[in-house]
Structure formats: C-alpha cells, structure tokens
C-alpha cells in the first residue's frame, strides 16, 4: 500500500520499540479513519504499511482506540521489543504506560491458562526437548524450537493440534512431528 493513502488518517500515536538490547527499532506512527459502524487502524512503520479494520462499538473514537490499543499490546508476536511512548494528541504518556500494564495483565493472564493446557502435540514436543513455551495472545498457541534443529521457533496450536514453521514450510500434527523428528534428528 501506498504512503499516500493514508493521508486521510488521523494521526493518533508515535511509539518506539525497545529491543531487549537496547537498541531503538524506530518510530511506528498510528492512524485511524472512522466511519459509523467500522473504524480502519493503519500502521506505518518505516516504508511498511500495514492496516487493521475493527468494529466501533464504543461510544467514542477515543475509548475505541484504548481498547484497541490494548488488545494490540496484548499480540507480543507483533513486537519485537518494549513498546515506548513517543508522542500522542489523545493519549497522555501515563495514560499510555496504563494501556501496556493491562495489556501485559491480560497477557499474563492467558499465559497462565497455557500453562495448565494437556495436550499429545504439546507432550511430544516436551519429549522431544523442544520447549514449548506459551504465545501469550491465546491460551492454545505455543511456540516451540523447530523440529529440524535449527536456530528459530516454530509455532503450534493445542487447539488444532497443529504445528507448523513458516522458515522451513513444513507442518503437520502429531504424526507429521514424529516423522519429521525422525527425519532431522534421526534415530
Ligand atoms: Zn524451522
């Protein structure tokens, strides 16, 4: 998509993304455009251009944004570090650093869920050594090292007992990770 095309936007947020170490990613600029019943959430993030459209159920543009602004925070796979204040006409710094803290409540809170999760696909992957660990934006995803041994993770879902690694294209169930095991490690 095209910068252009979000002129029409209102801007609502500037924040930065902390990398664990320590290095500053750059600024992530946050527009909207709301009709009645819909609003459209584009964000630009040096020449990538990406948008989301929700609902507007709330009774302001304002309160709407919070709540998205949370349930995004909430997505820790959409970050690559600690979100940051930067600059907002609708939000204060404080008001800001609140959103993120509930976020990460709720985020702990579905990580805790995951925890207790039972699962055939999820007891493999222990066995194998491939420590599941929880996503933290839904009680049934995990991510996990890749089957194949390599330096990244894959994903999986307890939902679906699925799993799948987008770097490898491979995927599968129970039977899928056993064969690929076998495959990669070899015994
Ligand atoms: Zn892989």
């Known amino acids: 998509m095209d910068k252009k095309r979000i002129t029409d936007g209102i801007h609502f947020l500037t924040f930065e993304q902390i990398h664990f170490m320590g290095v500053e990613c750059g ?23 990406s948008s989301m459209d929700i609902e507007f159920t709330r009774d302001t543009v304002r309160e709407q944004l919070r709540e998205f602004l949370m349930e995004f925070y909430s997505m820790p796979y959409l970050f690559l570090g600690r979100p940051e204040y930067v600059e907002s ?76 690694c987008g770097f490898c294209k491979i995927k599968g169930g129970v039977e899928e990770l056993k064969a690929a095991y076998q495959q990669y490690r070899g015994r």
Not at 30 to 46: L, N, P, Q
Not at 89 to 111: C, G, K, W, Y
């Open 89 to 164: 006409d609708m939000f204060s710094e404080d008001e800001f650093n609140h959103i993120l803290q509930e976020a990460n409540d709720r985020t702990e809170a579905v990580r805790k869920k995951s925890l207790r999760q039972k699962s055939p696909l999820l007891e493999l992957c222990r066995e194998y050594g491939l420590d599941p660990e929880p996503a933290g934006h839904k009680e049934t995803s995990f991510y996990a090292k890749c089957v194949t041994g390599r330096p990244h993770q894959m994903y999986l879902s307890t939902e679906s007992e699925a799993w799948g």
């Open 27 to 49: 600024p992530t600029e946050m527009y909207y455009v709301a009709s009645v019943f819909h609003m459209r959430i584009f964000k630009v993030y040096k020449d990538n251009v």
